[in-house]
């Protein structure tokens, strides 16, 4: 049993205006991952943590092999992370850009004297504040119980404690389900439940009849809900945050007299761990059973082409990677802000940008447009786009029908 009886979360249990909670971020450069991927790692790590409502004050990043099995990183580094809270007691948590397993997390908060969160539990913690709907809520819970069940043994003393803030909600907010067999009761009914949730969406868009499907695919905090705003002229929540909605949104649109339905979906993001997607399947059925994916880039990113190699990769993983795409540069007035200067002519920012264009068709392949969801730049060409794309899709599933488009 621990002796740490520190008392994290205190003023919010007692009523008092809750304060923004205080983090260090922590990642690790070792064989398989450089300094600068690391940097772009926790530059993403830092959006992450400000989703979750606290605020970043200190990096730290240690080269390593390979993470230390004990403490992840090394003990100089762990003794260099502990002086400087001791310095500055305000700071409520560090955040490991990197999965830990429950004995790690049990050493290093023994030693830290404050919470522990890694990425995952992170991802999970903002996935519980944004879950709306029942399936949304029964994902969520079943990603935190299959994150927690091999993790039980290191974890048991850390989750006795119960707290609030980052990293706290869900399971063991309300109870302690520590036991494995208790947690593995759990996630058997919550996929139950989610199986039965599943058939009824599955009822559902069988109902829907033989409309082609539109999906908008992309990295998290691209502009998809932004851009189905533009596409369908509806009100779909979106916000500058990672992870804004995990819901898939569907809108019946026509263009032209031409009708098809329009899904927005959870955005991926790097590093995303197994069980996460594994959960959100049900909810990604919404891509699988698409006839047409709208690849959204945020081309203003400095890590744009990573980010569409995610979102390839976990396309794939999903087994949806032959599809019909069309790719999506968005955000081209932010490209500007940060790439133009008041010195060049318009004939110099023209021809950058056709660079640009060139050098993106030339990797990615001719079927692409550049818009801002934002201020409606170059919408009309993607609707004109994507109305020919499912025209031909209609021809291509009915080709004996006669239909008026």
Known sequence: MSNNNWT?????????????????????????????????????????????????VKRFVQKLPHPDPRTFIGSGKLEEIRQYIEAHPEVDLVVFDDDLSGKQVALIEKALKRKIVDRSTLILDIFARRAQTAQAKAQVELAQMQYLLPRLRGLWTHLERQRGGIGMRGPGEKEIETDRRIVRDKIAMLKKRLQKIDQQNTTRRKQRGALIRVALVGYTNVGKSTLMNRLSKSEVFAENKLFATLDTTVRKVAYEGVPFLLSDTVGFIRKLPHHLIESFKSTLDEVRESDILLHVVDVAHPAFEEHIATVRETLSELGVGEKPVLMVFNKMDLYRQRHFDELLTPQEQAEIERELH?????????????VSAVTGEHIDELRGRVLDMVKQQYHVRYPYRAQRW
């Open 8 to 56: 994290l979360g205190e003023k919010a249990r007692i009523g008092a205006k809750k304060e923004e909670e205080r983090a260090i971020l922590v990642g690790l450069v070792t064989r398989a991952q450089s300094e600068g991927q690391v940097d772009e790692y926790l530059d993403e790590l830092e959006f992450l943590v400000l989703t979750a409502g606290a605020r970043t």
């Open 358 to 370: 060139e050098g993106l068709s030339r990797r990615y392949g001719q079927n692409n447009v550049f």
